[in-house]
T-cell receptor, first 117, second 113 residues
Framework: DGGITQSPKYLFRKEGQNVTLSCEQNLNHDAMYWYRQDPGQGLRLIYYSQIVNDFQKGDIAEGYSVSREKKESFPLTVTSAQKNPTAFYLC????????????????FGEGSRLTVL | AQSVAQPEDQVNVAEGNPLTVKCTYSVSGNPYLFWYVQYPNRGLQFLLKYITGDNLVKGSYGFEAEFNKSQTSFHLKKPSALVSDSALYFCAVRDLGDYKLSFGAGTTVTVRA
């Protein structure tokens, strides 16, 4: 079955540590996204990538980094510079750059919950 | 700039009654509108979308949504709610000229038996 796999589902981190969240998709989608979800705030875009070896900052990129070395993979690193990293992180993908014929509908993974101790 | 507002944090209905979850949007051009549902500690699941054409859109699990351009709204509806519809619902919008989706804050729906 095609889909998006995020790992780990739960992750605990000590302050000052970097952590990397994995996101893999086998949907053959060109575009991938990372969102952060906090209670009552909806989803906020961290980073997105339209093609391999290219990515752009979203609305809340500070303290995060990404890479896109393969079409299938878009890992997110939460660095020690992120002041409040405890959150639910969602990875998503879409067919490609949205336009008149491509509605840009997102497909989501099951999420990773990061807790800073 | 594009944005979405979901004016109700919570909606409570009895099983079997109609369910409505409200959404208003703001875009500079023609909107692409989406509804997603999220169950606890899970990812978002796509329910339905409006791109163009008929203002009444039918989606998964018996949900439908009505696009109203004059009121810039895209309310989600279900004629007869089920307890299993209890979840967090998100409205999202994308301008034709922008491929990023903007999400509302979400509405928690509780359906009581």
């Amino acid at each position: 079955d095609g889909g998006i796999t995020q790992s780990p589902k739960y992750l605990f981190r000590k302050e000052g540590q970097n952590v990397t969240l994995s996101c893999e998709q086998n949907l053959n989608h060109d575009a991938m996204y990372w969102y952060r979800q906090d209670p009552g705030q909806g989803l906020r875009l961290i980073y997105y990538s339209q093609i391999v070896n290219d990515f752009q900052k979203g609305d809340i990129a500070e303290g995060y980094s990404v890479s896109r070395e393969k079409k299938e993979s878009f890992p997110l690193t939460v660095t020690s510079a992120q002041k409040n990293p405890t959150a639910f992180y969602l990875c998503a993908s879409s067919i490609g750059v949205a336009g008149r014929l491509n509605t840009g509908e997102l497909f989501f993974g099951e999420g990773s919950r990061l807790t800073v101790l | 700039a594009q944005s979405v507002a979901q004016p109700e944090d919570q909606v409570n209905v009895a099983e079997g009654n109609p369910l409505t979850v409200k959404c208003t949007y703001s875009v500079s051009g023609n909107p692409y509108l989406f509804w997603y549902v999220q169950y606890p500690n899970r990812g978002l699941q796509f329910l339905l979308k409006y791109i163009t054409g008929d203002n009444l859109v039918k989606g998964s699990y018996g949900f439908e949504a009505e696009f109203n351009k004059s009121q810039t709204s895209f309310h989600l509806k279900k004629p007869s709610a089920l307890v299993s519809d209890s979840a967090l619902y998100f409205c999202a919008v994308r301008d034709l000229g922008d491929y990023k989706l903007s999400f509302g804050a979400g509405t928690t729906v509780t359906v009581r038996a």
